[in-house]
């Protein structure tokens, strides 16, 4: 689910990394070089060699991944959340590609939450429950809904339910914003504009790499030229990162400190500079317990410990717990299982219901679809198209997404 890639280094050199061939102590890479062409071609995997991880796509970084464990010839792959970060599209080449590898003879154990997945690649499906084995079904006899209701051990819908609201005020404004790239000497986002009302779900679909990221730390990142993180914490937005170990969370902190980081000063969790750790517990265990986050200790798990989904329920757990005026939520439901997406998509409408403002960054096609008001696709750093959800079909937002469509009104506005 995470990679472990060294960044400033080739593709090779990180397949090679460990198991070096070396003659008389001197590294021989032509010989490793043209295995792991042989492999990238065999398998449809298509990767550049010389390409360095750093500059290439999320979709080409699993895909080195995945030549790091055949270069090793193994015969047991371990897939553990693969297509958490991956777009649809990336999505579609994996499950190709992971196909390939069992035609060839390979065994692979696929985890995974995202049922269409396991509906569409897997043979056999074991499902784990709170830590507990629940049962192993043959996939031809099942459907989605037996292995959801067995995954969450109640039915699931797979709808969001949304009444029609007018949107409010404007809480977001932004006025022909441009991010610059750190990769390349293109912006990442091109004179951008749109705006974000009370009331309404925003949401910014595209296929990852195409300015989201950026625009996303434009705006969250506000004018920080003389305030304290402190300061910026009280401003009324919330955020939700796209990289919850590296801007959500500090690993070796507990779960309790990690869910008042941003409110440890305000009078309910302090007194004359020290913490109350009795009040810090209660709060803490009142979050876990309305959103479920599971962990082996409670409120004192260390973070690092727990599973990604956990982590992920935290960090929602503390941004929407804020009262924010705006919560900016970026890829909310990676790696949750299926009762989780569903309770957090309930949380995403009951902040708009309450006239709060969301903006959304999704690139889980059902989730934009189902649970945005309005739909702003991104492509090379521009807004091409503002779309409405109950009008436009998935293919056309596919067009969108891809480029190959453009909305006039969008680029004007």
Same mark, same amino acid.
């Given at each position: 689910q995470h990679f472990k890639l060294v960044e400033c280094f080739s593709v090779l050199d990180n397949i090679i990394l460990g198991v070096e061939p070396n003659k008389m102590g001197f590294l021989q890479k032509q010989e490793a070089r043209k295995k792991v062409i042989d492999l990238? @071609?065999?398998?449809?995997?298509?990767v550049d060699p010389d390409a360095i991880i750093e500059d290439i796509t999320v979709g080409m970084q699993q895909r080195t991944e995945i030549l790091k464990m055949l270069y090793r010839d193994n015969e047991v792959l371990i897939f553990d959340e693969p297509t958490a970060v991956l777009t649809p599209q990336e999505i579609e080449e994996l499950m190709k590609i992971m196909k390939n590898l069992a035609h060839e003879g390979k065994s692979i154990l696929f985890i995974t939450h995202k049922l269409n997945e396991i509906m569409e690649v897997a043979d056999r499906c074991t499902i784990l429950r709170k830590g507990k084995y629940i049962g192993t079904v043959d996939i031809a006899d099942t459907t989605k809904e037996e292995l959801s209701k067995m995954m969450v051990g109640r039915n699931v819908s797979f709808t969001v339910d949304k009444d029609e609201k007018e949107p409010g005020d404007t809480v977001l404004e932004v006025s022909h914003l441009t991010v610059a790239s750190r990769s390349h000497e293109n912006n990442a986002v091109r004179d951008v504009s749109f705006q974000v009302r009370r009331g309404e779900i925003v949401c910014i679909a595209g296929i990852d790499g195409n300015g989201q990221t950026e625009l996303v730390q434009g705006l969250t990142g506000q004018d920080i030229t003389n305030a304290t993180i402190r300061e910026r914490s009280k401003h009324g937005m919330s955020h939700i990162p796209e990289d919850r170990h590296k801007h959500g969370? *500090? /690993?070796?902190?507990?779960?309790?400190?990690?869910?008042?980081l941003q409110r440890y000063w305000q009078p309910q969790f302090e007194r004359a500079g020290f913490i109350k750790s009795g009040e810090v517990r209660r709060y803490a265990q009142k979050l876990i317990e309305q959103y479920d986050v599971r962990s082996g200790q409670g409120p004192v798990t260390i973070v690092r410990s727990m599973s990604g989904g956990n982590q992920q329920k935290a960090i929602i757990a503390r941004e929407i717990d804020k009262d924010p @005026?705006? /919560? *900016?939520? *970026?890829?909310?439901?990676?790696? /949750?299982? *299926?009762?989780?997406?569903?309770?957090i998509h309930k949380q995403l409408v009951a902040q708009r219901d309450k006239g709060k403002a969301v903006l959304l960054v999704s690139l889980e096609l059902d989730e934009v679809m189902d649970v945005s008001d309005r739909i702003l696709v991104m492509y090379e750093g521009e807004i091409v198209g503002e779309l409405d959800p109950k009008k436009v079909t998935v293919e056309e937002l596919g067009l969108y997404m891809a480029g190959a469509k453009r909305d006039k009104v969008a680029k004007e506005a």
């Amino acid at each position: 689910q995470h990679f472990k890639l060294v960044e400033c280094f080739s593709v090779l050199d990180n397949i090679i990394l460990g198991v070096e061939p070396n003659k008389m102590g001197f590294l021989q890479k032509q010989e490793a070089r043209k295995k792991v062409i042989d492999l990238s @071609e065999k398998y449809g995997l298509h990767v550049d060699p010389d390409a360095i991880i750093e500059d290439i796509t999320v979709g080409m970084q699993q895909r080195t991944e995945i030549l790091k464990m055949l270069y090793r010839d193994n015969e047991v792959l371990i897939f553990d959340e693969p297509t958490a970060v991956l777009t649809p599209q990336e999505i579609e080449e994996l499950m190709k590609i992971m196909k390939n590898l069992a035609h060839e003879g390979k065994s692979i154990l696929f985890i995974t939450h995202k049922l269409n997945e396991i509906m569409e690649v897997a043979d056999r499906c074991t499902i784990l429950r709170k830590g507990k084995y629940i049962g192993t079904v043959d996939i031809a006899d099942t459907t989605k809904e037996e292995l959801s209701k067995m995954m969450v051990g109640r039915n699931v819908s797979f709808t969001v339910d949304k009444d029609e609201k007018e949107p409010g005020d404007t809480v977001l404004e932004v006025s022909h914003l441009t991010v610059a790239s750190r990769s390349h000497e293109n912006n990442a986002v091109r004179d951008v504009s749109f705006q974000v009302r009370r009331g309404e779900i925003v949401c910014i679909a595209g296929i990852d790499g195409n300015g989201q990221t950026e625009l996303v730390q434009g705006l969250t990142g506000q004018d920080i030229t003389n305030a304290t993180i402190r300061e910026r914490s009280k401003h009324g937005m919330s955020h939700i990162p796209e990289d919850r170990h590296k801007h959500g969370l *500090v /690993l070796d902190y507990t779960l309790e400190q990690n869910l008042v980081l941003q409110r440890y000063w305000q009078p309910q969790f302090e007194r004359a500079g020290f913490i109350k750790s009795g009040e810090v517990r209660r709060y803490a265990q009142k979050l876990i317990e309305q959103y479920d986050v599971r962990s082996g200790q409670g409120p004192v798990t260390i973070v690092r410990s727990m599973s990604g989904g956990n982590q992920q329920k935290a960090i929602i757990a503390r941004e929407i717990d804020k009262d924010p @005026e705006l /919560l *900016v939520a *970026v890829q909310p439901t990676r790696g /949750l299982d *299926v009762g989780a997406i569903e309770y957090i998509h309930k949380q995403l409408v009951a902040q708009r219901d309450k006239g709060k403002a969301v903006l959304l960054v999704s690139l889980e096609l059902d989730e934009v679809m189902d649970v945005s008001d309005r739909i702003l696709v991104m492509y090379e750093g521009e807004i091409v198209g503002e779309l409405d959800p109950k009008k436009v079909t998935v293919e056309e937002l596919g067009l969108y997404m891809a480029g190959a469509k453009r909305d006039k009104v969008a680029k004007e506005a």
